[in-house]
C-alpha cells in the first residue's frame, strides 16, 4: 500500500530572521554590497591621506593622546574625499550641477579670457562648495574637450564675485555632442567650466585633456578644500536655479539647451 506523502516542511514552518542570515538572504556578499550603497567610496586623491592617518593610528594605538586624533583625521579624510554613485538625467540638452554644494551666483558674466569665447557675457551659474561636501567635480554635459587652461592666481574665499577673476583656476572648454566635428574653431554652443580654488584650497586636480569625449556625471576633477565651479551656458540659456538653492553634483539640472546651436563665435565676442 503506498504511503501519503509527507507535508513540506518548509510550507509548514517558512524561514523567518531568527532562522539564520542565509535564509532571510542576509549573505555575506549581500552584507558587503549594501555597505558598498551606503558607505560611498574614496577619491584616489584622498587614499594617501586616509592611509597616512590610520598608519599613525596604528603605530600609536598605544597612546591614545596619538591614536584618537589620528583616527578622527583619517575618518574626516575618508569623509572629505567620498566619491559617491549618482545617477544623471537622460533629458537631451540637460546641463547639470558639476559639484555638489550651494549656489552662489546666477548672472551674466564674461567666460574666462583663457576659454577663447571672446569678451560677450554668457549666462553662469556658480556653485560654492564648503569643506563639509563631497569635492569631485562632475562633467556637466556630454561633448568632447576642446581645452583645458590652467590659470594661477590668489586665494581668496570663492564665495565671493571677484573669485573667478582672481583665484587660481583650471578651465575646461566642453563642446556638447553634435556629431563628429573636429573643426576646434569656438561656437555658441561651447559651455565652459571653471574650477575655482578658495580660501583653503591650494590643489586643483583635472583629469580631463584635450579630446576626451566625456559623458554626462563623469568624474573630472577634484579641489581640496573648499572650492567653487563656475558653468558658463550659451547665451540665451536660461537658468534653472536660484541663488541658495542646493545643488547634487551631476543630478541637479542647471538649465536645458534649446536647440545644437553651432554658431561661431562672432569677433569681438
Known sequence: MARRPRPDASAQHPATESDGPIRSGLTPTHLVALARETLPPIHPAGLPFVAAASAVAVVGRRHRWIAVPATAAAGACAAF?????????????????????????????????????????????????????????????????????????????????????????????????????????????????????????????????????????????????????DVYLPPGTKQQVLVGQRTVGAETPLATLSTSDTTRVRDGG
Not at 538625467?89 to 583663457?114: C, F, K, Q
Not at 557675457?121 to 556658480?126: A, E, G, Y
Not at 554635459?141 to 571677484?162: Q, Y
Not at 578651465?171 to 583653503?200: E, H, K, N
Open 81 to 229: 574625499f567620498r566619491h559617491p554613485s549618482r545617477v544623471p538625467p537622460t533629458e537631451p540638452g540637460v546641463v547639470v550641477a558639476p559639484a555638489d554644494g550651494i549656489v552662489s551666483l546666477v548672472d551674466d558674466a564674461v567666460p574666462p579670457a583663457e576659454s577663447g569665447l571672446g569678451d560677450q557675457p554668457r549666462p553662469r551659474v556658480s556653485t560654492f562648495l564648503s569643506i563639509f561636501d563631497v569635492h569631485v567635480q562632475r562633467v556637466p554635459i556630454s561633448g568632447r574637450v576642446l581645452s583645458v587652461t590652467h590659470t594661477p592666481g590668489s586665494f581668496v574665499s570663492a564665495d565671493l564675485p571677484e573669485a573667478s577673476s582672481a583665484n587660481e583656476r583650471t578651465t575646461m572648454v566642453v563642446r556638447p555632442d553634435v556629431g563628429d566635428d573636429p573643426d576646434p574653431t569656438p561656437r555658441d554652443s561651447d559651455i565652459v567650466v571653471v574650477q575655482i580654488a578658495g580660501l583653503l584650497a591650494r590643489r586643483i586636480v583635472c583629469t580631463a585633456k584635450v579630446g576626451d569625449h566625456l559623458s554626462i556625471g563623469d568624474t573630472y576633477g577634484l579641489i581640496r578644500f573648499g572650492s567653487r565651479v
